[in-house]
């Protein structure tokens, strides 16, 4: 099973930009799809993008439909997720897995990272 490290949270106001950053170890990280996921305090965790092995698939869920875009790096075993028109309600803890069996968010995602917060200030 993969390890993965994400970074690139912050402090960013309203309407602002990130680019997340997913760091994968292992051998086999281009036969997984990845995904980011967040979760916001007294909230579940939710799929927000999700990305096939080979890019031909992608997920999102609609309320970041439009303004995030998720793409992966398989060469450098990384996968990003770039978000824009960032809102308030956008802060939450991101993280980023890895799927043998999809990329939907019935898929069994593991490998969960530490995280990284994302602050969004109105």
């Known amino acids: 099973q993969a390890q993965v490290a994400e970074s690139g949270g912050g402090l960013v106001q309203a309407g602002g930009s990130l680019r997340l950053s997913c760091v994968a170890s292992g051998r086999t990280f281009s036969s997984y799809a990845m995904g980011w996921f967040r979760q916001a305090p007294g909230k579940d965790r939710e799929l927000l993008a999700s990305?096939?092995?080979?890019?031909?698939?992608?997920y999102y869920a609609d309320s970041v439909k439009g303004r995030f875009t998720i793409s992966r790096d398989n060469a450098k075993k990384t996968v990003y997720l770039q978000m824009n028109s960032l809102k308030h309600e956008d802060t939450a803890v991101y993280y980023c897995s890895a799927s043998e069996d999809g990329i939907g968010p019935h898929a069994e995602w593991g490998a969960w990272g530490q995280g990284t917060q994302v602050t969004v200030s109105s």
């Open positions: 990305i096939s092995h080979g890019s031909v698939s992608i």
